[in-house]
């Protein structure tokens, strides 16, 4: 009986923490946040009294959750939206990630009093933001923001984890039998990230390859094949010297940005997956914390969490956004949104692995760093946002009503493009638009409601117009629902 009593009680912690999203929603709690606690509550210290004492087997499941939610967070990441804040969103993803780490590493050892390896190697567990809290907090919040903030943090939060991971077990390799030597690392922490990216973007055109000339006769195989896929990439890139991370997010990034078939049911599958990926992360993660322990840290986690929060990570982001064009308080949002979740615990989980003497802390000081940061930053974002003046209409998500397979040896696409805040396409009617030859605006989506449009039917802003265009003129279009009013 102990294996139906296991999946009884895995699957009753699923179902409750799905039926309490909307409370955590109503009051503004991160619905990530909820999912630890109801871990923490059935876990030895809870009322559940589930004894879970397996760091290795959470880092193992940490670790395949975050490959399903990286892929995921790439497959709905907009390439033209995160074009212009690229090399921003690159540089504050890794510059960021040193000079997090370099700070906190100097204020765990002189100030909190640590040694220096342990110091610095608590730096690199909370180094990198969190791509499932800050993914769970943008999407869920109904927040929009201005001047592409939201691209920007998405792309600096899917692609800072590999430099953590680097930083997180190069450091533990110090503290093995033969420790490496400086330009060994170097050398390591490169081959990492130039196979990792290079693993990402030829898996992801295969993928996208392979799912277009497959034609399999039933359409339920394809979301397997991709998610059997996200596992592939994630394992041969490892096996090959890459960052596995890093290569499932180029990849979901490669195959989001193509047209494939069934790709709207695919993303929707997806979606579910990642959903259902958090949630066992974080209930794993919550199971193996003893709350217990975590009042002895208090003061400590306290000091912890208030550098990283006022201190390391405005200094990463103004350094970083130093010649970005970002304002003030454009770049004091994007500090506040520096948000650790199940990246941080997923890494304070590797010195359990290689039994490093106070592992224990580690993990529950990072633990409760995280606590803090998703009760205090996660729960703040929309009233922060609004604060700051940089809030703005959220863009709408399209939901069709049918689906057009947008298959590789058609000569038309159909297409989503939304009407951006400010175009000067607003207020047009349909047939003065100068779209391509052949280009046709099949449905609009506008608010809760779907259109059909006619010559004369209006633009206006946030709409999502649904187009069949031949390929090629995607480009064109773009360009002119992008132009913008003179200000």
Wanted: hydrophobic residues 50%.
């Amino acid at each position: 009986m102990e294996f139906e009593f296991t999946t009884l009680v895995l699957s009753g912690l699923i179902i409750l923490s799905i039926g309490l999203l909307r409370i955590s929603s109503k009051f503004g709690v991160p619905s990530l946040l909820l999912f630890l606690m109801i871990g923490m509550a059935a876990g030895t210290d809870g009322p559940g009294g589930i004894d879970f004492d397996n760091p290795i087997l959470a880092r193992q499941v940490g670790s395949i959750a975050l490959a399903y939610i990286l892929f995921s967070g790439g497959l709905e990441t907009d390439w033209q939206k995160i074009k212009p804040v690229l090399w921003k969103g690159i540089i504050l993803g890794n510059l960021g990630v040193l000079i997090t780490w370099a700070m906190m590493g100097l204020f765990s050892v002189y100030v909190l009093g640590f040694s220096p390896i342990i110091g610095f190697l608590l730096g690199a567990v909370v180094s990198s933001t969190d791509a499932a809290a800050v993914f769970n907090v943008l999407r869920t919040r109904n927040t929009g923001m201005k001047k592409g903030l939201t691209s920007l943090l998405e792309l600096e939060s899917g692609s800072n984890d590999p430099l953590a991971v680097l930083l997180t077990v190069s450091l533990l390799s110090l503290l093995g039998p033969e420790p490496p030597k400086a330009g060994e690392l170097a050398i390591h922490i490169l081959l990492q990230f130039s196979i990792g990216s290079a693993a990402g973007l030829v898996f992801g055109y295969l993928i996208y390859k392979g799912l277009n000339r497959i034609k399999l006769e039933y359409e339920g195989l394809y979301p397997v094949l991709i998610s059997a896929s996200v596992l592939f990439v994630y394992s041969a890139t490892e096996l090959i010297g890459g960052n596995p991370f890093l290569a499932v997010y180029i990849a979901g990034l490669v195959l989001g940005n193509q047209s494939f078939v069934h790709k709207r049911s695919n993303l929707r599958f997806l979606d579910g997956i990642a959903w259902l990926m958090q949630i066992i992360m974080f209930l794993t993660l919550g199971l193996l914390v003893y709350p217990s322990r975590i009042p002895p840290l208090f003061g400590t986690g306290i000091l912890f969490s208030l550098f990283l929060v006022f201190g390391a990570r405005p200094i990463a982001v103004f350094i970083s956004l130093f010649r970005s064009g970002y304002n003030f308080r454009e770049k004091l949002l994007v500090s506040w949104i520096g948000l650790r979740g199940a990246a941080p615990i997923i890494l304070a989980t590797f010195p359990f692995a290689q039994g490093v003497q106070g592992s224990d802390q580690i993990f529950h000081l990072v633990f409760f760093t995280v606590l803090i940061s998703l009760l205090f930053q996660g729960t703040s974002v929309p009233q922060v946002v609004r604060w700051l003046g940089l809030d703005a209409p959220l863009e709408q998500r399209a939901s069709y009503p049918f689906e057009f397979e947008n298959r590789e040896q058609s000569d038309s696409n159909l297409l989503e493009f939304i009407v951006p805040y400010g175009s000067t396409s607003v207020g047009k009617f349909v047939y003065s638009l100068n779209f391509p030859e052949n280009s046709l605006i099949t449905l609009i989506y506008r608010g809760d409601g779907h259109i059909v449009p006619t010559g004369k039917t209006k633009l206006e802003e946030g709409d999502v117009l649904l187009i069949l265009t031949p390929k090629g003129s995607e480009e064109k279009i773009r360009e002119i629902l992008s132009k913008m009013e003179p200000a």
